[in-house]
C-alpha cells in the first residue's frame, strides 16, 4: 500500500504531466526512491506538506554514503525540487548545489565525440520509421526521444522546425532551423512516410519503439546515438564561425583571437538553444572549451 507521502506525491504528478515521457518516467522514479529512503530512515507517516530541511538533509547525507556520482545527485535533486515548488514550498531546499554540500560535476572533456551516419548502417536498418528517427537525429540533433515523437505535418513551420514540448526533455519546447535542401528532402520524406503522425509505428506504444530503437543501434555498431547530436552541433558551430570547435580541431578557445572568440561566444549561445539546453556550459561538451 502506497504511502500518505507517495499517495499526495502522485496527485501532483497526475496533474503536472507537460513534460516528455522519460522526465515523467525519471520523476516517478525518483519520487517512489525518495519515499521509501525517507521511511527506511525513520520518517514513518510523513505528510507531503510535511517535507522539510531535515529530510532533505538525510537524502542527501544517505547518497553521500552511498558514494553516488555528483551527476546522480543533482538529477535526482532536480525532480525533488519540482515536487517542492508544486506544492509551494520552494524553501526547503536551496537552489545552489555547491550550498548541500554536491560536487561540481565534470562537464568537459575536450573529447570528440561526434557520430556520422553512414550509408551502410542506414541499409541495415529493415524499419522506414526508425530510419528516419536516425536521419532527423544527423539532420536537426534530435534526442532520440524527440526523433521518434515528433509529428513532422506539425512541427514544420516555414522555415523552422518547432519542437512541442511534449516531445522534448524537461518539457522545453524549442526551434531549429530548416537551413539546407538536404534537410528540406528529408523532412518531405518524413511528412510522406508518417503522414500526419509520429514515427512511432500505429500498432507500437512509445516504450517499445525505444527498445527496438536501442537494439538497431547495437546491431548497427551505434552504440552511441546521441553522438549524432554531437555532430548536429560540431557542424552548426563551424557555419557558425567559419571554424572547427575545439573538439574537433583541439585549439582551445583561450588560444582564439579576439574576434574569433566572439564569434565562438555567438554560436555556442545559438547552439545551447537549438539542442534545448537551458546553460551553455552544457554545450561545452559537444564542442569543448
Not at 77 to 105: A, F, Y
Not at 183 to 205: F, H, K, N, W, Y
Not at 243 to 250: M, N, R, T
Request: glycine letters at 6%; aromatic letters at 6%; one cysteine or more.
Amino acid at each position: 500500500m502506497a504511502s500518505t507521502f507517495l499517495f499526495q506525491a502522485n496527485q501532483f504528478l497526475k496533474q503536472h504531466c507537460a513534460s516528455s515521457f522519460s522526465t515523467r518516467s525519471e520523476r516517478i522514479k525518483t519520487i517512489r526512491l525518495v519515499d521509501k529512503q525517507l521511511r527506511d530512515l525513520g520518517f514513518k507517516n510523513l505528510q507531503l506538506q510535511g517535507l522539510k530541511p531535515k529530510h532533505i538533509d538525510a537524502l542527501l547525507q544517505k547518497w553521500q554514503v552511498e558514494n553516488l556520482s555528483a551527476g546522480t545527485i543533482k538529477n535526482r535533486m532536480v525532480h525533488v525540487r519540482w515536487l517542492t515548488e508544486k506544492i509551494g514550498k520552494k524553501g526547503v531546499i536551496s537552489q545552489s548545489n555547491s550550498d548541500l554540500g554536491i560536487d561540481k560535476r565534470v562537464y568537459v572533456t575536450n573529447e570528440n565525440k561526434g557520430k556520422t551516419l553512414t550509408e551502410a548502417q542506414l541499409n541495415a536498418v529493415s524499419d522506414p520509421y526508425l530510419k528516419m528517427s536516425l536521419q532527423l537525429q544527423a539532420a536537426f540533433g534530435l534526442r532520440r526521444e524527440e526523433a521518434m515523437k515528433i509529428i513532422v505535418d506539425k512541427a514544420i513551420q516555414g522555415d523552422r522546425l518547432v519542437l512541442d514540448a511534449s516531445w522534448c526533455k524537461g518539457g522545453r519546447d524549442r526551434t531549429i532551423p530548416i537551413l539546407t535542401d538536404e534537410q528540406r528532402q528529408l523532412l518531405a520524406q518524413a511528412r510522406t512516410l508518417a503522414r500526419g503522425r509520429s514515427l512511432i509505428p500505429s500498432q507500437l506504444m512509445y516504450v517499445q519503439q525505444m527498445k527496438r530503437y536501442e537494439n538497431t543501434c547495437l546491431k548497427i555498431g551505434l552504440d552511441r546515438a546521441h553522438g549524432l547530436r554531437h555532430r548536429y552541433a560540431q557542424q552548426r558551430y563551424a557555419a557558425l564561425t567559419g571554424f572547427e570547435c575545439h573538439a574537433v580541431s583541439g585549439v582551445a578557445v583561450k588560444m582564439l583571437s579576439e574576434a574569433h572568440r566572439a564569434l565562438d561566444k555567438m554560436a555556442r549561445a545559438v547552439i545551447t538553444q537549438e539542442l534545448g539546453h537551458g546553460r551553455l556550459q552544457v554545450t561545452a561538451v559537444y564542442l569543448g572549451a
